[in-house]
């Protein structure tokens, strides 16, 4: 395709790729995979938070001979989970650190005997005293992890801060808090293993990141990497939940396998997957702010504390991003952003969808609704008065080389929304009406693919083959769990080779058979590996054309044609191409300054909301995203992207509570872990406004995560609309809002405030 | 390596037309024996406990989550499946919307999404939006944010196949 033409696939809302087979039932997830001979595992678990383990009994109403047992003495190589830090056993070993934390392995070929059996284990503890919060693990009230409790820090500097406080018309603090928040995709995690001599250990899953799981089995089996392999099967749903945890369960799920001789497949049924799996990292965040007379930013302090739990798995670089994150899409001066991740005798928790900043975005969003209300200025002009554009410089000092059109997001958005008109009338009729209505924005951005050096650490190989079938197969590392993986590759592929969409087909996620493309996480699927995939297929049809004579103008059948003289010569039909950072790239990670992310993609969201007096229930009416991703590859799959995120951010601010006693998720089942129904959600009214992105696939940027980081502040900001009252820790319940609104005696003097 | 067999029982039901027979404890969950005794791996397990609706499917003109119904009271019955849903070569009405719309995502609660829908229609064909939010109010999706959903319940309510495709499925 020749750069002039109008691209035909791209853009387009050509059908899920595996969408047939989703449809009729015939996808197959692991829980649908049966293997000779199959045994099933089960996990006995810590009932305490932290303590030593004195002894593991066993039953003797249980013939034990029909089980296989592991302890941590059963794992051959090193009792390690590697993830950033290799801190996490994989099995406890004389001591746990966390509630339901893994301690002993059962298989039988009965699943429905597991259960009793996982009972008749006998556990003795020796307790130590644990810690819960953040600030306890900050007093050191026990040392839980290395010397400190510290598990990560970071300081980013920009100008000097301390320099503006007295000479600044306004300062105004603010302190937020965030909950914990569960992926709960429908699909609990769940891996099959096998283990042989002679191919060593293999394991098929639910996962986001089959080289991570890769790379952690050949700790604990010390085996060479190609006497590993690691097979996604279909997943249903992720959202970052299996990022990092499969790497735990197919360590588990193979020593059984190593252990009884048999694949053995492990599924966690709901209250199992709640109670042990990573959750979203809870945060508090302190903003100080010194503003001038007119109400430009002078200076922003920023204080990021995390709880990380028990080990460190993922929290250095959710930290990361809360810090990138957390100075908002705004010009400063002066910045300062401390930040630090805290170890606790939590379960871990782990990646989820936004990874760090939605927390970040919701402290710096409900901030400016509360510097707006002290110094008098309507919060929308407070945000345009102080919004980034072209050529700014972030706190990073990262100039802003491509579009930043947030004053045209934000005027779309208050046209969509029917902004002011709104707003208005809620302020006439509140004061007579039981019910009282508000509006409330979030102004944001988030950037694409790994931070800083990441990508270019991550080294990301991808690329195309053509099959004897006459088919161009994708081979990439990167899984399809509903975000639409399959379907942008395979349109990105027939696209930039000139071919039909149904001439495209997915290899299969196997180590063994595609190169390691990076993992599935940072919303850089789209942007960087379809850019591998992009380059890929422009450099398949230029070997076609150099060698094997292919013209200028081809039909698909001259593409499949060439390509078989060529495999005729060559014995196979192969592009790669490995990752190439944008020019202009430059990152110190001890300063934490430069590029943070070669794009950004941003977005301003309308929540409008109605508190109900009586019942005490927020409820979302109607919400708006007006988005900049750069190039929409596929329209459907795109707008479902910012639907469901909206959605879980809606869960996220309003529904969603993780609530631990001692540790365990006291709530761990759907019914009394509650996210949105079909009855919650509200109309979704989403907008793009596309500049395609000159180093992302067809111009696109990352797209999965940014809807998620901003129905939460847009939501309490239009609740402080509402009520007056500025809500500052999520989620919000009933309970939380009774509790403040019962003690406001003139609500109807609050809300025309 | 099994239960008891004096424990089974034989129990005969009508699965997306066929008559089936199974030797299967009487408390075992309907979940359970279609997907392991029939290998109709279609409906899902995502909560066991009657709150996600995956593994939702129709008995006797009912929805009922297949999680919570013990297999003896199917006896006799006539189960509908996911896999019942559409002829072979030729989608259902529903699930060419679900494709077109995008109603599907990571395809998890897909199947009793699909289940739940064809049950709305097949008592409500022309459901208004409160009435699709009220009849899919039991099926959970993480993914959509079900907005999509909706849209594919309403261009599969308005695709002229679907009342023949209902005639078809009158009980």
Request: proline share 5%; aromatic share 8%; glycine share 10%.
């Amino acid at each position: 395709m020749s750069t002039s033409e109008k691209p035909r696939i791209v853009g387009a809302p050509v059908p899920r790729k595996e969408g047939v087979d989703k449809l009729r039932g015939r996808a197959r997830y692991v829980d649908d995979i049966e293997r000779e001979g199959m045994w099933y595992g089960a996990t006995v678990r810590s009932t305490i938070a932290r303590g030593f383990i004195r002894s593991i009994g066993f039953d003797r109403r249980i013939d034990w001979s029909e089980f296989a047992i592991v302890t941590a003495a059963d794992i051959p190589g090193k009792n390690r989970i590697h993830l950033i830090l290799a801190d996490q056993p994989c099995l406890a070993d004389g001591v746990v650190n966390h509630s339901d934390e893994a301690i002993v392995l059962l298989a039988h070929p009965d699943k429905y005997k597991l259960r009793e059996a996982v009972d008749a284990v006998h556990i003795e503890y020796e307790p130590l005293p644990p810690i819960f919060t953040i600030e306890e693990s900050e007093r050191q009230d026990a040392i839980v992890w290395g010397p400190d409790n510290l598990l990560k820090s970071y300081l980013l500097e920009k100008g000097d801060v301390d320099s503006v406080w007295n000479r600044a018309a306004h300062i105004v603090e603010g302190e937020y808090r965030t909950g914990a928040q569960e992926h709960l995709y429908i699909e609990n995690n769940g891996v099959i293993a096998e283990h042989s001599e002679e191919n060593g250990v293999t394991v098929w899953g639910s996962l986001q990141c089959p080289f991570y799981v890769h790379k952690s089995l050949l700790a604990v089996f010390d085996l060479p990497e190609d006497k590993v392999r690691v097979i996604q099967t279909e997943t249903g749903g992720a959202f970052g939940g299996k990022e990092d945890y499969p790497s735990i369960l197919a360590s588990h799920a193979a020593l059984l396998a190593l252990k009884s001789g048999h694949a053995v497949k492990m599924v966690y049924d709901r209250m199992e997957d709640l109670a042990a799996t990573t959750k979203r990292h809870p945060s508090r965040i302190r903003h100080r702010t010194a503003l001038d007379k007119d109400g430009k930013l002078l200076a922003m302090d920023i204080d990021i504390a995390t709880d990380g739990g028990a080990y460190s798995t993922l929290s250095s670089t959710v930290l990361s991003r809360a810090t990138l994150h957390s100075p908002g899409p705004y010009v400063c001066p002066n910045v300062r952003v401390r930040s630090r991740a805290w170890a606790t005798n939590n379960v871990p928790y782990g990646a989820f969808r936004g990874f760090g900043a939605p927390q970040a975005v919701f402290a710096i969003e409900r901030h400016m609704d509360e510097i707006a209300a002290m110094i008098g200025l309507d919060p929308i002009e407070l945000r345009r008065r102080n919004f980034l554009h072209d050529g700014d410089t972030t706190a990073t000092e990262q100039v802003m080389r491509d579009p930043v059109i947030l004053d045209q997001l934000m005027e779309r958005a208050l046209r969509e929304s029917d902004y002011y008109a709104k707003r208005a009338r809620f302020v006439r009729e509140n004061p007579a009406c039981a019910v009282k209505r508000g509006m409330g924005i979030a102004a944001f951005y988030h950037g694409s693919g790994f931070t800083g050096s990441g990508e270019r650490y991550l080294n990301s190989l991808a690329g195309l083959d053509v099959t004897p079938e006459g088919k161009v197969r994708v081979l990439v590392a990167n899984t399809e769990f509903g975000q639409g993986t399959n379907t942008i590759l395979g349109q990105i592929a027939a696209e930039a080779i000139g071919i039909g969409y149904d001439d495209v087909i997915m290899a299969p996620v196997d180590t063994g058979i595609v190169p390691n493309s990076g993992p599935t996480v940072a919303s850089r699927t789209s942007m960087v590996v379809g850019r591998l995939i992009e380059r890929a297929g422009l450099q398949l049809v230029a070997m076609l054309r150099e060698h094997d004579g292919l013209g200028e103008h081809f039909t698909s059948e001259d593409f499949f044609a060439a390509s078989e003289l060529h495999r005729a010569a060559h014995g196979e039909v192969v592009s790669l191409c490995r990752y190439e950072a944008p020019p202009n790239i430059f990152w110190d990670d001890q300063k934490y300054r430069g590029e943070a992310y070669p794009a950004f993609a941003w977005s301003i969201q309308v929540a409008q909301v109605a508190v109900d007096t009586v019942t005490y229930s927020a409820e979302v009416e109607d919400f708006w995203s007006v988005q900049e991703v750069g190039r929409v590859l596929n329209p459907v799959l795109a707008g479902g992207q910012i639907e469901g995120g909206i959605a879980q951010g809606i869960g996220y601010a309003l529904y969603e509570k993780v609530l631990l006693q001692n540790g365990h998720m006291a709530n761990n089942q759907m019914t009394n872990y509650i996210m949105p129904t079909a009855e919650d959600v509200p109309p979704i009214h989403v907008f793009f406004e596309e500049i395609p992105f000159g180093y992302g696939a067809f111009g696109a940027k990352g797209i999965g995560e940014l809807p998620h980081d901003g129905p939460a502040p847009a939501i309490l900001n239009a609740i402080r609309d509402a009520t007056g009252i500025g809500f500052r820790a999520i989620p919000l319940l009933p309970e939380d809002l009774f509790s403040e609104l019962a003690a406001c005696e003139s609500l109807t003097e609050a809300s025309a405030l | 390596m099994s239960h008891r067999p004096d424990c089974r029982r034989n129990i005969r039901f009508t699965v997306n037309g066929e008559n089936r027979n199974v030797q299967v404890l009487p408390m075992k969950r309907l979940l359970d024996v279609l997907r392991e005794d029939l290998r109709l791996t279609g409906t899902k397990e995502g909560c066991g406990e009657g709150e996600c609706g995956s593994c939702s499917v129709r008995m006797n003109g009912d929805l009922v989550n297949s999680c919570l119904v013990p297999v003896l009271q199917a006896e006799g019955a006539n189960i509908q499946t996911v896999e019942g849903l559409g002829a072979s070569g030729k989608l259902h009405p529903l699930q060419q919307a679900f494709l077109d719309c995008g109603g599907a995502q990571c395809g998890i609660c897909t199947p009793g999404m699909l289940m739940a829908a064809t049950q709305l229609l097949s008592i409500n064909p022309h459901p208004s939006m409160a009435e699709i939010r009220e009849g899919l109010a039991g099926n959970l999706c993480r993914c959509t944010g079900f907005i999509r959903i909706f849209d594919s319940v309403i261009a599969a309510a308005a695709d002229p196949n679907h009342s023949s495709e209902q005639a078809g499925h009158a009980r």
